[in-house]
């Protein structure tokens, strides 16, 4: 009998042909058939591939490079020494570098609170030393290498002497540095060479002062200092620290660590007043912003009647930091305004000041993953512990520009003037507050939250920040 054109299952498995049938897969595998395992090697393999992707990214996060858009930022009292920073780090410069190059220009266009002479003098005998000037952190080596600080400063020498702002930061960049010295010194020459627009706080200081050489909006030129700046420009900085002696006076120590809160503080030890000031502010969490301030502002009044708040003088602060998270606080000062010692004959003038000067910066870390960190160059202790408690409140740029008091010797606190207090601002004092006397301590600061730069300058500084 002829057979059927419709196949049977086993009539198809005989002749080879395409099995269609649903409940196929269901059936029992007969004895001795020998079908490869699919699903067991298909997951295996899976398995594998998987384990091998999570290696290669844990090899990646703990030992690769970082694979970013270049980023980079540089806070300070001067839009021009912000520029020279961030373009330091446009051209492939580090964190020291962009400070650097804003340092030295801020010592010509910001002559009444620094100096290219400007620095912290240290006791050569104590231990540890009592103030600083810079601190330095390579943050994504945060598990291996703490926070750096450098400071600098030496007894007053008589006869020729290199101005010492320059001597540390000649001896930091050799350590540090990435981009030729001379490329660092080229934007500082150039303003004081062509000429620079003064600044309303430069001409305020300098008619107190009795000079009216400086008025709002005008042009000003430092030629002096262009051409003693310019003849640097033949050595390298390694060349210029060794002639001077920088690495004997640059000192590198730890940073002072404190916690706040939820808060981890690093600044220098001169700056330790203000980090008790702010565990005392978030400990217990505050009701506002007013109230952390309110009890900073009670725990530094303590601080001065013990007389543990260093002499002020002037400042100007800044903040870097390069596409690397390399965090620079960088804060030089002198005594007085204009500095406290003869005009040089390179055009610098000199400072001798009869006491460390209340330099603070410091980096304000919250611990949490991808946390908030602050990179803070504040010209005052009592300004760096109030506007610390503002911004771990409140958050940037509005915990900046909050209005501030200082905090005078004795408790006493002045206020400054066109600023508003705060409500909960005024305490008992051992005298009614008075006005505070100008130039203001000024906060410029970086923030970075994961990956994301934010900076601000402070007004009080009548600077600008440059982020790229």
């Given at each position: 009998m002829p057979?059927?054109?419709r196949?049977?299952?086993?009539s198809?498995?005989?002749?080879?042909?395409a099995e269609?049938?649903?409940?196929v897969?269901l059936?029992?595998r007969?004895a001795?058939?020998?079908c490869?395992?699919g699903?067991?090697?298909i997951?295996?393999?899976f398995?594998?591939?998987s384990?091998?992707?999570?290696l290669a990214l844990?090899?990646q996060i703990y030992?690769?490079?970082?694979e970013l858009?270049?980023?980079?930022?540089?806070?300070s009292s001067?839009?021009?020494?912000?520029?020279?920073?961030?373009?330091?780090?446009?051209a492939g410069?580090?964190?020291l570098?962009?400070?650097a190059?804003a340092?030295?220009?801020?010592?010509?266009l910001a002559?009444?609170?620094?100096?290219?002479d400007?620095y912290?003098?240290v006791?050569?005998?104590?231990?540890?030393?009592p103030?600083?000037?810079?601190?330095?952190?390579e943050?994504?080596?945060?598990?291996t290498?703490?926070?750096?600080?450098?400071?600098w400063?030496?007894a007053?020498?008589?006869?020729a002497?290199?101005p010492r702002?320059?001597?540390?930061?000649?001896?930091?960049?050799?350590?540090?540095?990435a981009?030729?010295w001379?490329?660092l010194l080229?934007?500082?020459?150039?303003l004081?060479k062509?000429g620079f627009?003064?600044?309303?706080?430069l001409?305020?200081?300098?008619?107190?002062a009795?000079d009216a050489?400086?008025q709002?909006g005008?042009l000003?030129?430092a030629?002096?200092?262009?051409?003693y700046?310019?003849?640097?420009?033949a050595n390298t900085s390694?060349e210029?620290?060794?002639?001077w002696g920088?690495a004997?006076?640059?000192r590198r120590?730890a940073?002072?660590?404190a916690r706040a809160?939820?808060?981890?503080a690093?600044?220098a030890?001169?700056?330790?007043p203000a980090?008790?000031a702010?565990a005392?502010a978030l400990?217990?969490?505050?009701?506002?912003?007013?109230?952390a301030?309110?009890r900073a502002?009670?725990?530094?009044?303590g601080?001065?009647?013990?007389?543990?708040?260093a002499?002020?003088g002037?400042?100007?602060?800044?903040?870097?930091?390069?596409?690397y998270?390399?965090?620079?606080?960088l804060?030089?000062?002198?005594?007085?305004a204009f500095g406290?010692g003869p005009l040089?004959?390179?055009?610098w003038?000199r400072d001798?000041?009869?006491a460390?000067?209340?330099?603070?910066?410091a980096?304000?870390?919250?611990d949490?993953?991808c946390?908030?960190?602050?990179?803070?160059g504040?010209?005052?202790a009592s300004a760096?512990a109030?506007?610390?408690?503002?911004?771990?409140t409140d958050?940037?740029?509005g915990a900046?520009?909050?209005?501030?008091?200082?905090?005078l010797p004795?408790?006493?606190?002045?206020?400054?003037?066109?600023r508003p207090a705060p409500?909960r601002l005024?305490l008992?004092?051992?005298?009614p507050?008075?006005n505070?006397?100008?130039?203001h301590?000024?906060?410029?600061?970086?923030q970075?939250?994961?990956d994301?730069?934010?900076?601000?300058?402070d007004s009080r500084?009548g600077g600008?920040a440059?982020r790229?």
């Amino acid at each position: 009998m002829p057979s059927s054109s419709r196949g049977t299952p086993d009539s198809l498995h005989a002749s080879g042909g395409a099995e269609t049938r649903e409940d196929v897969p269901l059936k029992a595998r007969h004895a001795g058939a020998r079908c490869p395992a699919g699903p067991r090697l298909i997951l295996a393999a899976f398995a594998a591939l998987s384990a091998a992707i999570t290696l290669a990214l844990l090899t990646q996060i703990y030992y690769g490079d970082y694979e970013l858009v270049p980023h980079g930022s540089v806070s300070s009292s001067a839009a021009a020494c912000s520029r020279a920073g961030t373009d330091a780090l446009k051209a492939g410069g580090r964190a020291l570098d962009a400070a650097a190059a804003a340092a030295l220009c801020l010592a010509v266009l910001a002559p009444h609170r620094t100096s290219l002479d400007a620095y912290a003098p240290v006791p050569l005998a104590s231990i540890p030393p009592p103030s600083g000037a810079l601190l330095y952190w390579e943050y994504r080596n945060a598990r291996t290498q703490p926070a750096a600080l450098f400071e600098w400063g030496d007894a007053p020498a008589p006869g020729a002497r290199p101005p010492r702002l320059v001597a540390a930061l000649a001896t930091l960049h050799a350590q540090l540095g990435a981009l030729p010295w001379q490329q660092l010194l080229m934007p500082t020459i150039q303003l004081a060479k062509d000429g620079f627009q003064v600044s309303e706080g430069l001409a305020a200081a300098a008619a107190a002062a009795g000079d009216a050489s400086y008025q709002a909006g005008a042009l000003a030129a430092a030629p002096a200092v262009a051409a003693y700046l310019s003849g640097l420009l033949a050595n390298t900085s390694a060349e210029l620290s060794a002639a001077w002696g920088g690495a004997a006076g640059v000192r590198r120590g730890a940073a002072q660590a404190a916690r706040a809160g939820a808060w981890r503080a690093l600044a220098a030890p001169r700056a330790a007043p203000a980090l008790r000031a702010l565990a005392h502010a978030l400990q217990p969490p505050p009701a506002s912003p007013d109230d952390a301030q309110r009890r900073a502002l009670e725990w530094l009044q303590g601080e001065a009647r013990a007389g543990t708040l260093a002499p002020r003088g002037v400042a100007t602060g800044l903040a870097a930091v390069d596409q690397y998270d390399t965090y620079v606080a960088l804060v030089t000062g002198t005594s007085v305004a204009f500095g406290s010692g003869p005009l040089a004959a390179a055009g610098w003038q000199r400072d001798e000041p009869p006491a460390p000067l209340d330099l603070a910066p410091a980096f304000l870390l919250d611990d949490a993953v991808c946390g908030t960190r602050y990179v803070v160059g504040a010209e005052s202790a009592s300004a760096l512990a109030q506007a610390a408690a503002a911004l771990v409140t409140d958050g940037a740029p509005g915990a900046v520009e909050r209005a501030r008091a200082d905090v005078l010797p004795g408790g006493a606190l002045a206020l400054q003037a066109g600023r508003p207090a705060p409500a909960r601002l005024a305490l008992p004092a051992p005298a009614p507050p008075r006005n505070a006397t100008p130039p203001h301590a000024a906060v410029n600061l970086v923030q970075q939250r994961a990956d994301a730069l934010a900076s601000h300058a402070d007004s009080r500084g009548g600077g600008l920040a440059s982020r790229f």
